[in-house]
Each structure stands twice: as C-alpha cells, then as structure tokens.
C-alpha cells in the first residue's frame, strides 16, 4: 500500500426518489484505489455496486441525488465543471459495461465509435487514429482487426463486442478503468477469457481497474483488494488473499458458500442464500443482513455495526458475530 | 437486401392492381351514365347511345376495366373531354409545382420539427419542453385550411408581405417563384411539423437511456456529438418512417393548400376536375395519384432498409 | 393534420385505467366545451335563434349587436346561427363516421386477432388496399362521383376509419387473447362467442373508445377540409368548413366571418384530441402522461 492513491471514494451517498420513497442505492461508502492496483467490488444484484460505479462515473440519472467526495487524481469529481469531467471521461477515467449488445451504438461502425474517442481526446488526426484503432483492436485479441472497423456491432458475437468495448476502454490509456460486470452477459466459455484479457492489459498498461462482480470467484487470484456490499454498504474489505483465507463476514462466507463448486459430487443441490435482500426504500434498524444471518442475535437486529478494522492490517468489516477463523476455513 | 427488395417489388404489383380496381370501381359508382354526364342537357338518347358505343359504356364492366387497364399500360390514361389535353400530358405539367410545394413543405417541417425535438428531448421535463410538447399538441388541432387561411389572414392581408395567390414557374423566374411559395409551403409544413416533433422527441428520448449513450458519455465525447450522432442516427429511422406515414396526409394538404392558393398543381387540377364533372381526368389523376402514392410508400421501405444496418446486412 | 390519417401507433390494453390519476384542469374545460357544443348543437331548433339560410341584403357583414350577437355573414345570415347549425353537421359526422369505423374495424379486429389465420391475413391484406390511396384524395372521390350529400360524406369518411380501428382492436385482442383470463375461460370450454363477448370485447372497447374519440377529432377536420373546398356538405347548408371557405372571400373586410367559426372548429378538435390522448395515456400502460 505504498502506491499514491489515485481514487478515493470518501462518504458516498447516492439517493433515488421513486414512486414508493427514497430509495438509497448507496449508503456511506468508502473505498480506495491505488494508481495500478486493482479493486473487486462484490453483491448480489441490487447492492448499489453499479450505482456506486455510476457515482464515479458521475453517470447517475438525473434525478438521483449524490453527496459525498470522489477524489481522482487529485481533483473532487463532484465540484468539477462539466467540460473538465468530460475531458476526464475516455481520457483516464473508462468503462466497460455489463451487456455488449447494448453498449454499442447498433447504427454505428465499430471504427467509428472507437476512432471518435481517440479523436476528442488525443488530437489525433483520421489516418493516425484508424493505425490506432487497428492495433488496439489487435491487442484485445479480435482477428481481421482492418475489416471490422467497417462493421456494425450486430455483425459480431458477444464476446467480440466486449472485446471492441474493451478497445474503447483502453484507447486512451486510461488511468482508472472500471469493469461493471463486463463478463456476466457473456457465454461460461468466454467469460474467463475476457477477464483474462482484462487482467493482462491492466498489468501491462499499469492501469488501475475496479472490477464489480456478482461472483466472488471472479476476483480471487485477479483482484488486490476486495470490497464486499450489500444494501449499499461496504460490509466486508480486505486484501483479496488475507480475505480468502479469512473471511469474517457472514454475508461473504454464504456468497462464497453460493458458488458452484468445480469438485461437488453430481446433482449436489446448489446452496443459495436464503431470503431476499432488504426493500431499499425500507432501510432496518440493525444490520441489514440480519434477516438473513445464521449467526444473527439480538443485539444484530437492532444496531447496525460499523465497518471497522480488526484483525490483519487491511481488513475491515461490519459485524457484531464475525465469522471464526477455524469454523469459516471450510466454507 | 437484395432479395429484400424482390420482394417488395413482388408485393408492389398486386397493390398496384387493386388501387387501378378501386379506382375504376369508384368511377362506375357514379349514378346514372357517363355519356348522360359528357352531353349534358342537349343529350339526345341517339347521342347517347352512338357516345356509349365509342367508349365502349355498353359492354360489361370486367370487358370495360381490363380494355382500361389495356390502354393504361400502353401509356393511354385518356383525354379530358373539356380541353381535350391527355391525362398525362395534364398530369406531368403540373406534377412539378406539387412536388416542389411538398418537398418544400417537408423541408421546412423538419427544419421546425427535428431541433425542437432534440431540445425537448435532451432537456425532457423542463419548462421549454412543457411548451414545445403543448404547442405542438395544440397544433395537431389546426386544420391545414384553417392555418392557410390564418398566414393569409396575417402576411397577406395584414401585414402585406407576401402575395395570397398566384404562381410563377421557377424556370421564369426563380425569386418570385419562391416568393409565391412560401406560404403554402408554410401552410403545410404547419401541419407536419408538430407530429414530426413528437414522434422524434419519444423516441429521442427512449434512445437517450440507451447504454450506448451512457457509453458515449463515459467516453468524454461532446454533447452535440452525442445528441446528433449517437442519439439521431439510431432515430433517423423513426424520422423516416414518420415521413412516410405523413405523405398520405401531405399528398391531402397539397390539395387544399393548392386549392387555397392557387398553386396550378395537381391537386388544383383534382378539385377542378370534380367541380367541372371532367370524369376522365377526375379518374386518371386518381389512379396516378394513388400510384404514386404506392411507389413513395416503397421508396420509403427501401430507404429505411438502407438506413438500418441490421435489414442490410439481412439479419431482419 | 389535414386529412383522415388515422393514429398509427396502435395502443394496447394492458391494464384498465389507473384509477385516481389527477385528469388536469385542461381535461375538464374540454369535457365542459364538448357538453356545451353537444347542448347547442343539440337545442338549435328550441334556441331563440334567427333562421341560419334567412337573408338580409340590407344587413351584410354586420357587426355584433343585439340582434344578431355574432354580426351577419356576406349575405347577411345570422352568423351565431350558422355556427350553431353548423356545429350540428360537423358533429353529425364527426360521430356517426366514426361509429361506422369503431363498428366494423372494431369487429374486424377483434376477429382477426382471435382467430388468427388466413382469415386475419384477409382482413389485414383488404385494408391495405383502401390505405393504398391518399384518404383525402379516395374522400374526394368517392364523393365527386357518388354525388355530395351528409349521407355519402359519412359513410366515405366512415370506411376511410376501418383499417385504423381494426389495427386497434387487433392489436388489443392479440395480447389480451395470451392473457391468463382468457386462456382460463378457453380452458373451461367456453365457445368462441362467449370469449368473444364476454371476456375480449368489454377489455378492447376501453382502447377502442379512446382512439374513438381521436377519430371524432380528425372527422371533423377531414368534414371541414372538404366543405372547405366546397365538396363536402352541399349548400345552403352550413357547415364549419364552408362557413371557413366562405369567410376566406371576406378577409379583408370582415376576417371575423372565416375566424369565428375557425375557432369554434378548434376548440372543438382540441377538446376530442385532449381527450382521446389523455384516455388513450390512461389505457396504454407503456406511456405516462403527455
């Protein structure tokens, strides 16, 4: 951790007005990354980790209400005029988005929506950014890289497309690039695959990546840190290998518990974590796990504990009955 | 795309049989005779009877449409029996003022209707928005004959600026030319910009929660890139498609407003014919006209096709 | 918004209306002007009014006055009269036309989209045909030859509505006929008539009645547009668009006679335009609001 901070989210809150009532996606958030390393954000569908990723993005719909501070670079996104964030976006801050079919402009060609970001923001002129474009198509593994820059997205498969959004990404040698489930609408084949490629550019461009996850497989052995949410909090954070070896957090340890696993015996019932996460417009009192929480007492219901750091150097997380380190090893 | 477009063509002529049956079926609707109709009060019924031979009223009606649609695929629409000019040679000389009207018109409704619609839809729910959206609604309920007369009323007669009536050829004089077409054209595309603007507004407005476009700005590109670029180009089929759909309605307005101004267009020559009782160029212009209408309508499908990477390239 | 170019975008009935929807204030004020044009409309003959065709050649283009509350026309008619009586024939029209369209697509419709098959691919084939010509122009005619009368004028204008009310109501049978009720109801043994009546019809007259009301609207500008050019409703019988026809001859001295029955003519569109959208709103559940 010796590695000057390049981003740092400090008391994110991001609020929705909707029909039923305020809606808090993210509640008091605090995460850090620095310049080259890589951060996994983890939770189940509806944790707020792609409003979190908005929130950086500064992409939130309009009427979503943000407080807080995201520090990039040295610069609070927040306060930042609208010109300068958008010479930041493509430029060092970039993103790749859950579903290929629909992050690619369908009426556009693929050299156009990738020679359009080189354009605005490194001057280049239409030759020099065409060689570009044609090397980094190269680089993210697509074959014929020349002609696909005549295509429109429909031509090519899922995992094509995510690998043309990941061109875009990485155009502009990005400082920070975040990840928002770029594997989850793609083939079991191709999955790993993409988060290969991943992997290998971030460490060769020395790039900074956040990449979010449902699947807590996904980030170990690709990810430094991790950060656990749900209901909008960060529950869980701690070096990705202090945390496989240790989790305390039970809502992590029945996330992990979630996965298949490569070596259960045939027609083995898949262990789902039971219950449903919290209405967000229905924020409890205590932990928002509890409901859910094997381990769960009195005092869980109704206080809600704080993310606070214990253990090894790192490692934070929010519970009243963390996990033992001998009766979570086999999970 | 090209098997497409065969079988487009394919469809085109069994609609263009029926619009010849309706056409020739709408004009035996007429009660009583044509010959009666052509020789008026001094009819005698040996005139008659000689008139019917000649144009061969006395035979049965599928023998009278095909001999019709014989002659009309020869080039042969008839021959108006008041100034004895040909159907087509009536038809060409004043098709060229209906079409610059309505290309005119539709020009100006999409120079109106396309920014406005990009404005409401980048600021959707705003103040300017709330306006544009009501007057256009409001708009929506003026009849083109309605607003023809209003410009009249205002550029015309009040403030004197523009003539009311009349019409220059553009090859004569260009500038007066347009100086007498300027109000009809206004006239229509009063009446088209309005849906063009809704229509376009929704849908820009859809498009605007499109992924592509939350990508388009994390790419840091500019809004006017955005907006023109990334959210029209997918819309632009909408605009074709409302363009088309409006032609009908266009083709209509072109009527009154040509009628309003006294444009010598083929609407003018539509309601004159009627107004005469000039059955046979009456008959003709229909048919013309809804071939016409028939072929507009395929270019359409063909452009939108063309426009659409996903019909090109056949995966539609 | 010349012609009869009926609404394309077809709106399907998901659910009845959302029940305690704020309507507007505008709503209501277009409620209240359609009741007081049906009144008049309805009442012109017990009304204290001067006769519509009585001429006064001492009296033409007067101005307002006691006597006549609207002025005279340029033959001296009472104008308040001739609008009145003219608000009769555009609603005449304007409603009856589109029963005719509401009936007949509305059957069409809902046959074709439960029934499916050759017979919807008959139905939807033979109203391509009568939407191959330009409406305005098949109006025009249909009535140049058939001669004009009230009578021709809404039977024209009625078959013009067909092919729009049958999109419609297709459209509406097609997703109500995979919806649980009726598959129950098929399920259950019910013959076709009783699905047909009891379980499709009530849930596609919601969405019909809205594009109804839109309809009505364009009628009466379709009616205006061809007694406007003088092939609509044969005179001396007035109507809004030959009222507006007739002013045009007299902008310069009296605009008052083509813009009195104009606005008349608007407000009423307006009204079964605001209407029609707001109950069109109210049944599609895939738009909000205006």
Sequence with gaps: MTESTLLSVEDVIVDLPTPRGNLRAVDHVDLTVGAGRTLGVVGESGCGKTMLSRAILQLLPKKAKLSGRVMFDGQDLLQLSPEKLRKLRGRSLAVVFQDPMTSLNPVLTIGTQLIETLQEHLELDMVAATKRSIELLAAVGIPAPEQRLMQYPHQLSGGMRQRVAIAIALSCEPKLLIADEPTTALDVTIQAQILDLLAREQRRRHMAMILITHDLGVVAGRTDEVAVMYAGRVVERAPTPALFKKMRMPYTEALLAALPKIDAAPHTPLPAISGRPPDPTRPLKGCSFSPRCRYAWAQCHVEKPRLEEADSPGHQFACFRPIDASASAGA | ?316 | MATLELGIDASVAEVPARRGRRLGPLFWMAIVWMMFVFTVAIFADVLPLPSPTDMDMLEKRAPFSAEHWLGTDGLGRDELARVIYGARISLIVGLFAPIIGLTFGGALGILAGYFRGRFESVVVGSMDVLLAFPPLILALAVTAYLGQSILHLTFILGLLGVPAFMRVARAATLTLARREFVIAAQALGATHTRILLRELLPNVMLPLFAFFLLAVAITIVAEGSLSFLGLGVPPPISSWGSMIGEGRESLEMAPRLAFIPAIAMFLTVLSFNLVGDTLRALTDPRQGAL
């Design chain 2, 1 to 316: 795309m090209l098997g497409f477009v065969a079988r487009r063509l394919l469809y085109l002529v069994p609609v263009l049989i029926a619009v010849s049956l309706l056409t020739f079926l709408i004009a035996s609707l007429l009660p009583g005779d044509l010959a009666y109709t052509i020789l008026g009060d001094q009819a005698t019924p040996e005139k008659v009877a000689a008139l019917r031979q000649e144009m061969g009223l006395d035979q049965p009606i599928w023998v009278r449409y095909f001999g019709w649609l014989g002659n009309i695929l020869q080039g042969d629409l008839g021959r108006s029996f008041r100034t004895g000019q040909t159907v087509l040679q009536a038809v060409t000389e004043r098709l060229p003022i209906s079409l610059e009207l309505m290309v005119l018109a539709q020009v100006i409704a999409l120079a109106i209707g396309v920014p406005l619609a990009i404005i409401c839809a980048a600021r959707s729910g705003g103040s300017f928005d709330r306006f544009m959206t009501g007057t256009a609604f409001g708009m929506l309920s003026v009849p083109t004959f309605l607003s023809a007369i209003l410009l009249i009323y205002l550029f015309a007669v009040e403030l004197r600026w523009l003539p009311a009536t009349g019409y220059v050829p553009f090859g004569e004089d260009p500038a007066k030319n347009l100086r007498f077409m300027v109000l009809p054209a206004l006239t229509l595309a009063l009446a088209e910009w309005p849906g063009i603007m809704r229509v376009l507004r929704s849908d820009m407005i859809a498009t605007l929660q499109e992924d592509y476009i939350a990508l388009a700005k994390a790419k840091g590109l500019k809004a006017s890139r955005i907006l023109f670029v990334h959210a029209l180009k997918p819309s632009s089929l909408t605009l074709v498609t409302i363009t088309g759909i409006n032609i009908g309605r266009l083709i209509g307005g072109a009527v009154i407003v040509e009628t309003v101004f006294a444009l010598p267009g083929i609407g003018r020559l539509l309601v004159g014919a009627i107004t005469t009782r000039d059955l046979i160029i009456l008959q003709g212009v229909v048919l013309l006209v809804g071939a016409g209408f028939v072929l507009i309508n395929f270019i359409v499908d063909m452009l939108y096709a063309m426009l659409d990477p996903r019909i090109r390239h056949g995966h539609a």
